[in-house]
């Protein structure tokens, strides 16, 4: 197909064959435009969103009522959507989809990110930096982002255990031996086939020494716990890596010392916290001092909170349980990382923050 109709056009991009994002501006007064590309789906995600009567009988709309807001819950969405862009993608039925939100840079970005790695079989990263590179003004909120880590590791869970499942069965129950040099011809097509199932098998393993997110003999349901974080002066385990929260890495304090804003200048420079450890945090220019906690009530999480002196219970220290040394703090509003991100707290839960220094990785 021709894209020269849409270079000059900022409210619209080619992500993949077929597959267009961009904003709303396209229904409101670009549907001709929609037409040439030979749009048959729309994917809508945008609140209190109604189409023009015109344009939804032209279109099969697919609408996901949703705010542009750090918890709202673009994950639960996911799958859905995929399906519907999968349709939306069909060459059979020579089809075509746009996802589009109020700007095309937020909630339709997310979407379109998370249906990439789950169709390029990618990570988060990846997926981000192609669309972003397709689209320069895409910018997923914090809250989006986080939930785009989840879905990464959700998808490389369920990823591990078809490849584990799928071993075929020929394979779990013969044995090979050779007790000949020659070989009759009526074996010819079981060897091809014990030689494919051993190249599987091969790969299998290969794929999943490489996924560093999984433990080797983990439990389809069991969360990922390959990293320990414990107190540093009793050794208790504190938490694990699944209870972190992560966050989109800031440019540091500004001359007011307050959390930066995000900046559109900025967005080339975007990182992601992950599971670094001490040593890779200092090599960065700009590092994170602190960990933060998904939730307190993790039954593996062993701290106790303690109040402030006050008559208004928003903020205090957190202990470990079992030596009651200081371990961090905690604030019912949310607290700013030493890299200049502001971590809200989430819904009815206060913010967790755990000062690097007081706790060891093993």
């Not at 069909?90 to 589009?100: K, L, P, Q």
């Not at 584990?164 to 007790?179: A, D, E, G, S």
């Not at 079981?190 to 999984?214: A, G, P, S, V």
Request: with cysteine.
């Amino acid at each position: 197909m021709n894209n020269n109709i849409i270079d000059n056009d900022e409210d619209i991009h080619q992500i993949l064959p077929r597959f267009y994002l961009g904003s709303v501006d396209m229904l409101l007064g670009k549907k001709n435009l929609l037409k040439q590309l030979k749009v048959t789906h729309i994917l809508s995600a945008i609140n209190d969103f109604r189409p023009k009567y015109d344009v939804i009988n032209d279109f099969k709309f697919k609408i996901i009522d949703i705010m542009d807001m750090e918890n709202a819950n673009i994950k639960q969405h996911f799958e859905d959507t995929f399906e519907f862009i999968e349709q939306g993608r069909n060459e059979e039925t020579d089809s075509t989809v746009f996802v589009h939100c109020f700007a095309g840079v937020s909630r339709s970005a997310t979407i379109s990110i998370a249906y990439l790695m789950r169709k390029q079989s990618i990570g988060f990263e990846e997926a981000y930096a192609f669309v972003l590179n397709q689209r320069r003004v895409i910018y997923p909120n914090n809250g989006f982002i986080k939930q785009l880590l989840e879905y990464e590791l959700q998808l490389s869970r369920q990823q591990s255990n078809r490849l584990k499942k799928k071993q075929h069965p020929r394979l779990m129950n013969t044995t090979i031996t050779t007790t000949s040099t020659t070989t009759p011809t009526t074996l010819t097509g079981n060897q091809k086939r014990i030689e494919k199932d051993k190249y599987y098998e091969q790969q299998l393993e290969t794929k999943l020494k490489e996924d560093q997110l999984l433990l080797e003999d983990s439990k389809e349901e069991e969360p990922l716990r390959d990293t320990k974080y414990c107190c540093k002066k009793c050794s208790t385990l504190i938490f694990f890596d699944m209870d972190l929260d992560y966050h989109i890495v800031g440019q540091g304090y500004n001359s007011n010392n307050k959390p930066t804003k995000r900046n559109q200048s900025n967005q080339n420079n975007r990182k992601i916290q992950y599971h670094q450890s001490s040593e890779q945090q200092q090599s960065t220019t700009t590092s994170c001092t602190s960990y933060f906690i998904k939730e307190v009530s993790i039954p593996s999480i062993n701290i106790t909170i303690l109040t402030d002196d006050g008559d208004q219970i928003s903020n205090g220290k957190v202990v470990c349980k079992v030596c009651k040394e200081k371990l961090g703090s905690w604030n019912i509003t949310g607290s700013a990382c030493s890299c200049g991100t502001w971590i809200q707290a989430p819904t009815q839960q206060p913010c967790i923050q755990i000062i690097k220094s007081r706790v060891d990785e093993k």
